[in-house]
Nanobody
Framework: QVELVESGGGSMQAGGSLRLSCAAASRDIADSYCLGWFRQAPGKEREGVAALSPHVGSTYYADSVKGRFTISQDAAKNTVDLQMNSLIPEDTGMYYC??????????????????WGQGTQVTVSS
């Protein structure tokens, strides 16, 4: 059974950096059609943060994280990573990685994904 496991969350002061990693077991991430990171803050709806289409090579970023976050794929480790720089308190939330091996586009939509990780908490203090 394919699983996604996130790691790298934690607490950080504003202005700092964190790197999240999502490892896939039993399936090659390079063969996926969509890889994404989503987050959910307390009392708020889940929102897309960044997405990557390995087949097309395109990326998507939410306006709130453009220029600060970078999504990337590590084929050797079979992971999809999210480098988060210049963190702000509004980045606080539970971060989830997601993947889809079904063909198609629109990787920024959560409905596109068929497999989700359990989440990793990111807390940014001012």
């Amino acid at each position: 059974q394919v699983e996604l496991v996130e790691s790298g969350g934690g607490s950080m002061q504003a202005g700092g950096s964190l790197r999240l990693s999502c490892a896939a077991a039993s399936r090659d991430i390079a063969d996926s059609y969509c890889l994404g990171w989503f987050r959910q803050a307390p009392g708020k709806e889940r929102e897309g943060v960044a997405a990557l289409s390995p087949h097309v090579g395109s990326t998507y970023y939410a306006d709130s994280v453009k220029g600060r976050f970078t999504i990337s794929q590590d084929a050797a480790k079979n992971t999809v990573d999210l480098q988060m720089n210049s963190l702000i308190p509004e980045d606080t939330g539970m971060y989830y990685c997601a993947a889809s091996w079904n063909s198609g586009a629109n990787c920024e939509s959560s409905t596109r994904y068929t497999l989700w990780g359990q989440g990793t908490q990111v807390t940014v203090s001012s």
